[in-house]
């Protein structure tokens, strides 16, 4: 099977997965309620898998889908605040074609990105349980086993998604060190195969989370995010579209 058919089989089964009983019934509640702004929105209401190419160079990762954006779009960072940052961000610096992504059919398309979560159902007050997080990795270390042969460079949106991601990279045999890397935003990374140390490294990229509380209060700019993603296109040969 083509990489292309291994990720779309991958993102059907994060779609069907039901496997927290918590976060199955916090995602149909929200998307039988809904929002009053959205009330005659046909909600989601799944598991929301990652967006972009089986031959993406670079590797944005989150945190989980919003209850209100992408667990009722369908699409990671789709239909809401949060997702309209990282858009215009990945759109200013030539990896989107276009700086919204409003809903599943919109024409968004990511030059050589994709973009995943740690966790692909929406959790109640954002926050999913330890068990819950360690139950949805496997789908992470799946995506990064497809994404391997071209992969060169990872921006992880807030430290959950570093540490998820850390976690997922070793798994691949990559050198984490002792002790883990600390979070940091525009801090970085490098991460040699333990096997291969002459290959060349993969580079982890922190950012501030793109949320509402980090964007409102200024604690992350629309500079300070491009300034991160441009650097990790840079590092990943991707040449702006």
Same mark, same amino acid.
């Given at each position: ?25 916090? =995602? ?49 960072? !789709?239909?809401? =605040? ?17 700086? $919204? ?14 973009? !995943? ?11 999913? #349980? ?83 509380? $980090? #964007?409102?209060?200024?604690?992350? #700019? ?20």
């Amino acid at each position: 099977m083509s990489a292309r058919s291994d990720l779309a089989a991958l993102d059907t089964a994060v779609c069907e997965c039901r496997a927290c009983p918590r976060l199955v019934a916090w =995602r149909e509640q929200v998307a039988r309620e809904k929002k009053r702004a959205y009330a005659d929105h046909i909600y989601w209401g799944r598991g929301v898998p990652g967006f972009g190419p089986a031959t993406a160079r670079l590797l944005i990762v989150g945190l989980a889908p919003a209850a209100h954006g992408a667990n009722r779009t369908g699409r990671m960072f !789709t239909g809401d =605040r949060s997702g309209d940052v990282l858009f215009a961000a990945l759109h200013a610096v030539g990896l989107a074609n276009q700086p $919204n992504s409003d809903s599943v059919g919109d024409g968004m398309a990511l030059h050589d990105v994709r973009i !995943t979560a740690p966790v692909h159902c929406a959790p109640p007050a954002n926050a999913p #349980t330890p068990a819950e997080r360690d139950a949805c990795a496997h789908w992470l270390q799946s995506e990064l086993t497809i994404l391997a042969p071209r992969l060169r460079a990872v921006v992880a949106l807030g430290a959950f998604g570093w540490q998820a991601a850390l976690t997922a990279l070793q798994t691949h045999g990559r050198v984490i060190g002792v002790p883990r890397p600390r979070f940091g935003h525009g801090k970085h990374v490098d991460l040699p195969y333990a096997d291969r140390p002459r290959a060349r490294p993969l580079r982890l990229y922190g950012s501030y989370h793109v949320s509402q509380q $980090n #964007t409102f209060t200024g604690r992350l #700019t629309p500079a300070m995010l491009e300034s991160v993603l441009a650097d990790a296109a840079e590092f990943a040969g991707i040449r702006a579209g």
